[in-house]
């Protein structure tokens, strides 16, 4: 039985906005499940209606066996770290952790123990006296996650909450998250669209598009078997070629080439895509999945060369070593390894 299951939710702004449409999602308890989409695809509105921030016209939002479409937020017990870390900037580091259990009348003593617990823990002993103003962003962002976990909640949501830091502290914040994520065991919902960040802490990713969850998987299969057109080019892919199935991995292209591919799929037809990296500039030996093209455009890209080229399948991004080095109106043969190739639904 899964921890939490969002049920055909549906949202809809000022009745003519329709933002989730039929949205479902289960979840493991313990998993760090991550949103990934661009800004407006529904990530942050769903978010919003597992922490209780907005109620769902429609579906429902079972939790460890109970039903919380309608409870109130003050009744859910979740955890919220928000991308402005949302401290209290009249209270210092120790009360602003211990505000939740003050909330749910611990007594002192009990309040004094698991504050200074967690203040250890997440290596914020020092700055108990310390007001939010007198801290940098990662610090503040530890003071925040403190807070959050501190009152052992059932759910801990994160909104973006490493947005407003440098690159640097992302990275160390990311493995913070993971690591308090771990030891506590809590189950988390963290939304982002950065997909490094992402796919570095999750268990599991839902990419999102316009309201709707367009795969749900790990991030390795995510990155390496995308499913749909708008996820492949969301993580990277920018090779698109229409093909049609011939028979078995034979699938040919538009302008009637034959190409091989060695995924399995039941899609009759779809597109075609490879990343960048993974096509070959071929010499006369190599005959597999190879086509004649013409160099365009020349980009460098430090470690390597980008080349836009025009092939017999259309137009390739090719990523080459910077050993030797091409010309645009160049004639070049590329190949497309098929063990590299992707069939994904083409996108509405």
Request: proline share 4%.
């Amino acid at each position: 039985m899964e921890f939490l299951t969002l049920n055909k939710i549906d949202v809809t702004y000022d009745k003519k906005k329709t933002v989730l449409k039929g949205l479902n999602l289960e979840v493991k308890e313990g998993e760090l499940v991550s949103l990934l989409g661009p800004s407006g695809c529904g990530k942050t509105t769903t978010l919003r209606v597992i922490a209780g921030f907005i109620e769902p016209s429609g579906g429902e939002f079972i939790l460890d066996g109970r039903n919380y479409t309608k409870v109130p937020v003050h009744k859910r017990n979740f955890g919220i770290v928000f991308q402005s870390y949302a401290l209290f900037p009249h209270l210092n580091v120790y009360d602003n952790v211990a505000f939740g259990l003050k909330l749910q009348k611990l007594k002192k003593a009990e309040i004094k123990r698991k504050v200074e617990d967690m203040l250890e823990i997440c290596g914020l002993s020092e700055f108990a006296d310390r007001f939010p103003g007198q801290m940098s962003g990662g610090q503040r962002q530890r003071v925040a996650l403190a807070r959050a976990m501190v009152i052992q909640p059932k759910l801990l949501l994160l909104d973006e909450p490493l947005s407003n830091l440098d690159a640097k502290l992302r990275i160390n914040m990311r493995v913070e998250i993971k690591r308090l994520q771990k030891k506590f065991g809590i189950t988390m919902i963290f939304v982002t669209h950065d997909q490094e960040e992402c796919f570095s802490i999750s268990d599991k990713v839902a990419v999102m598009n316009n309201g709707l969850i367009e795969q749900y998987d790990t991030p390795e299969n995510i990155y390496l078997k995308p499913k749909t057109e708008f996820v492949a080019r969301f993580i990277g892919f920018n090779n698109f070629i229409p093909l049609k199935k011939q028979s078995g991995g034979i699938f040919i292209t538009e302008r009637k080439e034959l190409i091989q591919v060695e995924q399995e799929t039941k899609l009759e037809e779809g597109l075609g895509t490879i990343r960048p990296d993974d096509i070959l500039l071929a010499d006369e030996t190599v005959s597999e999945n190879v086509m004649n093209a013409t160099v365009g455009v020349r980009t460098f890209l430090g470690r390597s060369y980008q080349y836009e080229v025009d092939s017999t399948a259309g137009k390739l991004v090719v990523n080459a070593p910077i050993g030797k080095v091409y010309e645009p109106g160049d004639r070049v043969r590329v190949q497309l390894p098929k063990n590299k190739i992707i069939i994904v639904r083409k996108s509405m």
